[in-house]
């Protein structure tokens, strides 16, 4: 079966400070993996989604940037946080879409306050 | 611009009671929806889904509803349990371009409230 996690599960950091936060997902090959913001009782934002290592798509200007050096692995990344870089994200993959809408499966996220 | 909403932000419902959430969508395009529950802390738990040529599809306690005519979905949660308490996210997709991947834009969420 498949599986996806999420490193760290929190983080504090301070505004200017960068940012590396992992997800990795087990069991599947040549996933489509991506990046998700939540804001508190807000729903989900796309930031970033990837088809395949070195491919990377932004949804939205921002002080974010993703990478994925591996089929399974996608990290977020910022060189300076910003207070409004708080927040829930999320990572989720899906199966190579072949043509065909498939579901998103999301990691157990990581909440991050800056101060 | 295109999006999916919710009639309710919250809901409140006794244990046993059947549920009832909505969801309405903007983009005639859309063919694949999801319902998601997110518990307090957690990643959203994929539920069910349904596709464009079904106008319904049931899982286990749980059934989804798609009125392709007036753009809306909901999802029915039978004999309502404490457990159910979440946020519940409708997403909807539009058939991904060639070389691209499937997004999925997400409602706002309804909080379900399970009384006991």
């Known amino acids: 079966s498949q599986t996806i996690h999420q490193w760290p599960a929190t983080l504090v950091q301070p505004v200017g400070s960068p940012l590396s936060l992992e997800c990795t997902v087990e069991?599947?090959?040549?996933?489509?993996l991506y990046w998700y913001r939540q804001a508190a009782g807000r729903g989900l934002q796309l930031l970033f989604y990837s088809v395949g290592i070195g491919q990377i798509s932004s949804e939205v200007p921002q002080n974010l940037s993703a990478s994925r050096p591996q089929d399974r692995q996608f990290i977020l990344s910022s060189k300076k946080l910003l207070l409004s870089d708080s927040g829930f994200y999320l990572c989720?993959?899906?199966?190579?879409?072949?043509?065909?809408?498939?579901?998103?499966?999301f990691g157990p996220g990581t909440r991050l306050t800056v101060l | 611009g295109e999006s999916v909403g919710l009639h309710l932000p919250t809901l409140s419902v006794q244990e046993g009671d059947n549920s009832i959430i909505n969801c309405a969508y903007s983009n005639s395009a859309s063919d694949y929806f999801i319902w998601y529950k997110q518990e307090s802390g957690k990643g959203p738990q994929f539920i069910i889904d349904i596709r464009s040529n079904m106008d319904k599809r049931q899982g286990q306690r749980v059934t989804v509803l798609l009125n392709k005519t007036v753009k809306h979905l909901s999802l029915q949660i039978a004999a309502t349990q404490p457990g159910d308490s979440a946020v519940y996210f409708c997403?909807?997709?539009?058939?991904?371009?060639?070389?691209?991947?499937?997004?999925?834009?997400f409602g706002k969420g309804t909080k379900l409230t399970v009384n006991p």
């Open positions: 997403a909807e997709s539009s058939h991904p371009t060639q070389g691209g991947s499937e997004k999925l834009v």
């Open positions: 069991g599947t090959s040549n996933p489509n």
């Open positions: 989720a993959w899906s199966r190579l879409a072949g043509g065909r809408i498939n579901t998103q499966y």
